[in-house]
C-alpha cells in the first residue's frame, strides 16, 4: 500500500506551526501528553461526530475502518467525500482510510510517514499524528489575527481577550494555563454571569481548571477535553491538547460573534419585509375599502325613479349637494393618497432590490381609476337627470293646478244645469213665457258651444298630464271623465229641450227680441271676462327673462283690446236700459228678471270691475319678476366672469405644480397645496339652482380636483426622490449635481434624455465612454442597465437608480443565507436547516416569529424535530441578487 508524507510544517507560508512544535517524529511521546493528547483529542472528534448522531470510545480503534473517519471529515467540512466501502475485510479498510487521507492531502496538507496501513492496524502514535493534522488543518489554520499564523493567531486572540485580568500571563499552550486562569478568564470575558471570577485564587488550580471545565460543558457546549488532575500533576502540559481545547473556546466565542452580526443583518432585512408588507396590507385595505365606496355608490347614482312630489325631488337634490360637499371630497383625498401609497412602495420595493409590489386582482391603481371614471359617470347622469325631473314636476304641478282651476270653473258653471234642462214648465207656461223659454234656450246652446273650448282644454291638460306620468294622473282621468260624461248629458238635454221648445214655438208667437239679443251679447260677453279673469290670476313660473318678455308682450297685446271691450259692455248694458226703458213706458209684466239668461248688468259691472282691478296687479306681478330675471342674469354674469378667472389661475398652478423638480421646491408645494382652500371666492348667491344652470357658467370642479391630484403627486414624487437620496446614501450635492446634469441636456423639458443626450450627460459627470470601440461598449452596457426595454430614452428615476448603484452598497442574498448559516452553528455547513430555538435565542421576538411563520419545516436528510429550512426563509424566496 502507498505511503502518504506527512509535513505539515514544510516551512513555506502556509505552515501550521514551527518546527520545534512538530509532531514527535520518532514515534516517541511522553505517557502524559499521550494520555491528554488521546482525550483531548477524543473529545474533539466527539463534539463534532455526535452531530451526525454517533461517537467514537477509543480514538485508535474506532477510526480503523475508516468510515468513522470519512463521516469526521465531511462533518467538519460540510463536503461529501467518495462513497465509503461497507466490506468488512482488511482491504476495504485501507480503502476508506486511503480515501480519508486523499480528501486531507487535497486541502494542501503533505503527510508525512503515515499511511492507510498503520491505521487499520490501530497504530495510537499516527492516529494521535493524523487527528492532530486534521485539527491544524480544519479547527486552528483558519485562526488569523492581525495576519499572523495560526498558531500566533489563536495565541494572540488569548493574549488580548485574557489582558486586563490579573494573574493571567497567557506565552504559550502549555504551562500558561497550569493554574487555570487563563480558562476562566476567557469565559469571563465573553461570559461574565457564568463564572465571579473576583472569587478565584491563582493558588486553587484545580478549583480553577473544574471551573472553568464544567461551566463550558453546562453552558458553552464546549466537551470536557482534559482532566484538572492530568494538568496540574504535570509539569509541561501537552501543547497540542490545550491549543485544541483552546481552539474550542475560541470557535465557541466568535460564533456567538458572528451570530450577532448576523442576527443584526437578518434583523435589517426583516425590519424591511415587516415595513414593506404593511405598506402592502395598508394599499390592499384602502384600495378595498375606496373600490366597496364606489361599488355602493354607482348604484344610487344610477337609480333614475322619479319621485311623485317636488319636495321628494328637492330632497334627492339636497342630498346629491351633502354627496358633493361632504361624501366625495374625503374619497378624492383616498384615491390620490392610494396612488402615492402605491408609488411609496414600489420606490422602497425597487431602492431593496425587492420585486414590484403587485396588488390583489381588482385592486391595482388602474382598476381604481376605472372605477373612479365609472362613478364620474354616473354622477354626471344624475345630475343631469335630476335637473329634468325637477323641470317635469315643475311642468306638472303648473298643468295639474291649471286643470283644477278650469274643472272647478267648469263644474261650477254646470251645477244644475240638468236640472235645468229637465224642467218641464213649458207645459203649462203662456205663449209669451214658452217664447222666453225658447230664447232663453237658444241662449243657454250659445254659452254652451262657448264653454266647448274648456272641456277641450280640461281634456287637454289631462292627457298632457298622463303623457308627462303625473303620478295623481287617476283621479285626474276620473275627474275629466266625469266632466266630459256630464258634458254628453247636457249636450243630449239640451238637444231634447230644443226639439220640445221648437214643437211649443208654433203654438207661442211672443218674444222679447230686446232680452234674447241682451242674452245673446251678454252671455259671450261674461264668458270672455270670466276667461280674462282666469287668465289675469293665472300663475307663471319662467326661467329665463326672454320667457318673462314673452309674457309681458301678450299682456300688452290683451290691454290693447280692452277699449274695444268696454265698448261691448257699454253695449250690452244699453241693451238692458232699453228693455227697462220699454218695461217703464208699457208696464210691461215681466217678473223683473231677464228670461233668457241669469246674467245682469251688476255682475257684467262687477265682473268688469275685477276685470280692471287685476290688470294692474298683473302688471306688477310681470314687473317683479321681470326685475328678478334680471337680477338672475346679471348674477350668471357674475358667476361666469369669477369662474372663468379662477379656471386660469387652476391651469397656472398645475403648470407650476408640475415645474417642481429640485428638493429645494418641495415646501413650496406643501405650502401650494396647504393655502389652497377647497371654497373659490365666487359670491354663494350666484350658486342657486337657476344661476349655476346658466350657458355663461364655466366648469371648474374637474379642474379643481385636477389641481389637488397633481400637487399631491408631485409631493410624492419629490419625497421618492428624498427617499431614492437617503436609501442610496447620495448626498444632497450629489443629487443636485444630477439634477443639474439630467436637465441641462433635457432641452425639450421631456423628463427624458435620448441615447446620445444621455451619453453627454455621463461625460459631463465624468465618465471616459470616448468614440472608440471600449466607450462603446462601456456605454452599450450602460444603456441595457438604464434603458432594459430598449425604448430609446432614459427616465430621470431610471439615471438616479445608476447612479445610486454606482455609488451604494446593499446586503446580498448570498450574505443573508451565509448569516443564517452562522446562526444555524456548525450543522450548517453540511445542512441547511436552522431550529426555532436558535432563531429566538438569536433574533428579537417579532421578527423571530416573523421568520418562524414563513418558514417551511426540514425535510431533508437526518430531518431533526424543530428544524426548519431556511432556503425557504421569506429573504431566501425573492430573486436572487441585492436584497
Known amino acids: ?226 482532566d484538572a488532575e492530568d494538568i496540574v500533576g504535570t509539569a509541561r502540559p501537552d501543547q497540542k491538547a ?284 261674461n264668458n270672455w271676462m270670466e276667461g280674462a279673469m282666469e287668465d289675469l290670476q293665472d300663475t307663471f313660473i319662467v326661467h329665463t327673462i326672454e320667457e318673462i318678455q314673452g309674457l309681458s308682450t301678450a299682456h300688452e297685446q290683451f290691454k290693447a283690446t280692452l277699449p274695444e271691450a268696454d265698448k261691448e259692455r257699454g253695449a250690452i248694458l244699453g241693451i238692458h236700459n232699453e228693455i227697462a226703458k220699454i218695461v217703464a213706458t208699457y208696464h210691461v209684466n215681466m217678473a223683473g228678471t231677464n228670461p233668457y239668461t241669469t246674467i245682469n248688468p251688476q255682475e257684467i259691472n262687477a265682473k268688469w270691475d275685477k276685470v280692471r282691478q287685476l290688470v294692474p296687479q298683473r302688471d306688477q306681478a310681470l314687473i317683479e319678476e321681470h326685475a328678478r330675471q334680471q337680477n338672475n342674469e346679471r348674477l350668471r354674469r357674475q358667476f361666469a366672469n369669477q369662474a372663468n378667472v379662477i379656471g386660469p389661475w387652476i391651469q397656472t398652478k398645475m403648470e407650476n405644480t408640475a415645474a417642481l423638480e429640485h428638493e429645494q421646491l418641495f415646501h413650496e408645494a406643501v405650502t401650494t397645496a396647504a393655502c389652497v382652500g377647497l371654497r373659490t371666492t365666487i359670491d354663494p348667491k350666484c350658486l342657486t339652482a337657476p344661476v349655476i344652470r346658466s350657458a355663461y357658467s364655466t366648469h371648474i370642479r374637474v379642474g379643481w380636483e385636477q389641481l389637488l391630484t397633481t400637487i399631491a403627486r408631485t409631493i410624492n414624487e419629490i419625497e421618492n426622490q428624498i427617499l431614492t437620496r437617503d436609501a442610496k446614501g447620495i448626498s444632497q450635492d450629489q443629487m443636485n449635481e444630477f439634477r443639474a446634469s439630467f436637465n441641462h441636456f433635457d432641452r425639450d423639458h421631456s423628463g427624458t434624455l435620448g441615447a446620445e443626450e444621455f451619453k453627454a450627460c455621463l461625460i459631463s459627470l465624468g465618465y471616459d465612454i470616448a468614440n472608440d470601440a471600449q466607450g462603446e461598449a462601456e456605454f452599450a452596457r450602460i444603456m441595457s442597465i438604464v434603458d432594459p426595454n430598449r425604448v430609446g430614452v432614459v427616465t430621470f428615476q431610471a439615471f438616479i437608480d445608476f447612479m445610486s448603484r454606482e455609488t451604494a452598497d446593499t446586503d446580498t442574498a448570498d450574505q443573508v443565507m451565509a448569516s443564517f448559516k452562522v446562526l444555524a452553528g456548525d450543522k450548517g455547513n453540511l445542512l441547511n436547516y436552522i431550529l426555532a430555538d436558535e432563531l429566538r435565542r438569536e433574533l428579537p421576538p417579532d421578527q423571530a416569529e416573523y421568520c418562524i411563520a414563513r418558514m417551511a419545516p426540514y425535510t431533508g436528510p437526518d430531518a431533526v424535530h424543530g428544524a426548519l429550512d431556511y432556503m425557504s426563509s421569506p429573504l431566501h424566496s425573492m430573486e436572487r441578487g441585492d436584497l
Not at 354622477?379 to 298643468?399: P, S, T
Open 242 to 525: 490545550i491549543m485544541t481545547y483552546v481552539s474550542s473556546f475560541y470557535h465557541a466565542f466568535s460564533g456567538a460573534q458572528k451570530a450577532e452580526t448576523a442576527a443584526n443583518r437578518i434583523c435589517k432585512v426583516l425590519a424591511v419585509n415587516q415595513e414593506n408588507e404593511q405598506l402592502m396590507e395598508d394599499y390592499e385595505k384602502l384600495a378595498s375599502d375606496l373600490l366597496e365606496w364606489i361599488r355602493r355608490t354607482i348604484p344610487w347614482l344610477e337609480n333614475r325613479a322619479p319621485e311623485n312630489t317636488m319636495q321628494a325631488m328637492q330632497q334627492k337634490l339636497e342630498d346629491f349637494r351633502d354627496y358633493r360637499r361632504q361624501h366625495k371630497p374625503p374619497k378624492v383625498q383616498e384615491k390620490c393618497q392610494l396612488e402615492i401609497n402605491f408609488n411609496t412602495l414600489q420606490t422602497k420595493l425597487r431602492l431593496s432590490n425587492r420585486p414590484a409590489f403587485m396588488p390583489s386582482e381588482g385592486k391595482m391603481v388602474s382598476d381604481v381609476s376605472n372605477a373612479w371614471g365609472g362613478l364620474e359617470g354616473a354622477e354626471k347622469g344624475y345630475e343631469e337627470w335630476l335637473l329634468n325631473e325637477i323641470r317635469r314636476l315643475e311642468r306638472l304641478d303648473h298643468l295639474a293646478e291649471k286643470f283644477r282651476q278650469k274643472a272647478t270653473i267648469h263644474e261650477a258653471w254646470t251645477e244644475g244645469k240638468e236640472e235645468m234642462l229637465q224642467a218641464r214648465d213649458f207645459e203649462t207656461a203662456s205663449l209669451s213665457d214658452i217664447k222666453a223659454l225658447l230664447k232663453k234656450h237658444e241662449a243657454f246652446e250659445s254659452d254652451l258651444a262657448a264653454h266647448q273650448d274648456r272641456v277641450e282644454q280640461i281634456a287637454a291638460i289631462a292627457q298632457e298630464l298622463n303623457e308627462l306620468d303625473y303620478y295623481d294622473s287617476p283621479s285626474v282621468n276620473a275627474r275629466c271623465q266625469r266632466i266630459c260624461d256630464q258634458w254628453d248629458a247636457l249636450g243630449g238635454l239640451t238637444q231634447q229641450r230644443s226639439e220640445a221648445l221648437q214643437r211649443t214655438e208654433k203654438l207661442l208667437e211672443t218674444i222679447d227680441q230686446l232680452y234674447l239679443e241682451f242674452a245673446k251679447r251678454a252671455a259671450p260677453f
Open 1 to 226: 500500500m502507498p505511503n502518504f508524507d506527512m509535513d505539515p510544517y514544510d516551512g513555506d507560508e502556509n505552515n501550521y506551526m514551527h518546527q520545534e512544535d512538530d509532531w514527535d517524529r520518532d514515534m516517541l511521546l511522553d505517557p502524559a501528553w499521550e494520555k491528554q493528547q488521546r482525550k483531548t483529542f477524543t473529545a474533539w472528534c466527539n463534539s463534532h461526530l455526535r452531530k451526525a448522531g454517533t461517537q467514537i470510545e477509543n480514538i485508535e480503534e474506532d477510526f480503523r475502518d475508516g468510515l468513522k473517519l470519512m463521516l469526521l471529515l465531511e462533518v467538519i467540512s460540510g463536503e461529501r467525500l467518495a462513497k465509503p466501502e461497507r466490506g468488512k475485510m482488511r482491504v476495504h479498510k485501507i480503502s476508506n482510510v486511503n480515501k480519508a487521507l486523499h480528501y486531507i492531502t487535497s486541502k494542501g496538507v503533505k503527510l508525512v510517514s503515515i499511511g492507510a496501513e498503520e491505521i487499520v492496524d490501530g497504530n495510537a502514535k499516527m492516529t494521535l499524528g493524523m487527528i492532530w493534522t486534521i485539527i491544524l488543518r480544519f479547527a486552528i489554520q483558519d485562526i488569523s489575527v492581525e495576519e499572523t499564523s495560526a498558531k500566533e493567531g489563536l495565541l494572540l486572540w488569548c493574549q488580548r481577550k485574557t489582558a486586563p485580568y490579573k494573574n493571567v500571563n497567557i506565552q504559550n499552550f502549555h504551562i500558561s494555563w497550569k493554574d487555570g486562569l487563563g480558562f476562566c478568564a476567557l469565559i469571563h470575558r465573553h461570559r461574565p454571569e457564568l463564572i465571579d471570577y473576583g472569587k478565584l485564587r491563582k493558588d486553587d488550580p484545580m478549583t480553577n481548571l473544574n471551573t472553568a471545565f464544567d461551566v463550558a460543558e453546562k453552558y458553552l457546549d464546549i466537551p470536557k477535553m482534559l
